[in-house]
């Protein structure tokens, strides 16, 4: 059994085919798939998905490269949204937040400031309720961890990460998990695939991020939740174990720090 622990199943790529898509997932043993928000705009949509299969789950949240269009009246509609939602098993985490300093519009100083603002403002809907978190980490990781310093939260996962190892650990000791997923797959990410096999495997969950950050063998195509068992084989081969033990041990840890998902596993 395998968890994607963060999947656009909404996205445009996938208008039409999101019920294909996550039953092929579910063919393959995806059992779970996790769909995170990223604006006001898709919340209904992404509870719509996992309702309609049986595979899936849904995060709320606002992604920092909606914040430019976003309103403070979006944070209360969410606070709003999530107050209701709780009360929903396929509810999960509050996601996908975070800090992104590598687009340029997103690097000016006010932007800087309007997506720290979001940000911790989500950070605190997360902690009142008691939920973790779906982190969008680029270039932005010393950032999102002064935040979490100050606004503590229960865990969560830092989506997609590629930070140093000193920041891993740090991560770590706040009670997070790591994900992993496509660009682990390509041989030139060294980085990626030093931190894939060294750091604890307790650590570790396994993502699609799909439609994008495509696996090495699908590379420029769309990406699929159904590529993850693939993708958790380069970590079996990376880690030296054998698939089911690394489909194991990474289903663990997305249960841990996601505990609504045992309701529906």
């Known amino acids: 059994m395998w968890i994607d622990t963060h999947c656009h199943l909404d996205a445009a790529e996938f208008a039409g085919q999101a019920g294909k898509v996550a039953a092929a997932a579910g063919a393959g043993a995806v059992r779970m798939v996790v769909i995170p928000a990223v604006e006001r705009g898709n919340f209904a949509e992404v509870a719509r998905l996992a309702h309609a299969h049986d595979n ?20 209360a509609l969410l606070r709003d949204e999530v107050a209701r939602a709780m009360d929903d098993p396929r509810f999960v985490a509050i996601g996908e937040i975070g800090l992104d ?3 340029p519009l997103l690097t000016e100083p006010a ?8 940000y911790a403002a989500q950070l605190k809907i997360a902690r009142d309720f008691g939920l ?8 932005s990781q010393d950032q999102i961890l002064k935040h979490l310093r100050r606004i503590a939260v229960p865990g969560g996962i830092a989506h997609a990460f590629n930070g140093s190892f000193q920041q891993a650990q740090i991560f ?3 009670g997070f998990k790591l994900g992993f997923g496509g660009a682990m797959t390509f041989t030139r990410a060294l980085q990626i695939r030093r931190l894939a096999s060294e750091l604890p495997l307790e650590s570790i969950v396994l993502e699609t991020d799909a439609p994008d950050i495509s696996p ?10 159904e590529e993850l068992p693939r993708i958790g084989d380069v970590l079996a081969e990376l880690r030296g174990l054998p698939p089911d033990e690394i489909a194991r041990i990474t289903t663990t840890n997305a249960r841990s720090i ?4 045992d309701s529906l596993l």
């Open 216 to 225: 090495a063998w699908l590379h420029p195509q769309r990406n699929s939740p």
């Open 258 to 261: 996601l505990p609504r998902l």
């Open 111 to 118: 932007m800087r400031d309007k997506q720290a603002h979001f």
């Open 101 to 103: 300093f590598f687009i």
């Open 132 to 139: 973790p978190v779906l982190l969008h980490v680029r270039r």
């Open 172 to 174: 770590i000791d706040m």
């Open 56 to 75: 899936c789950c849904y995060a709320l949240g606002i992604h920092p490269i909606c914040v430019p269009q976003a309103h403070e009246d979006d944070l």
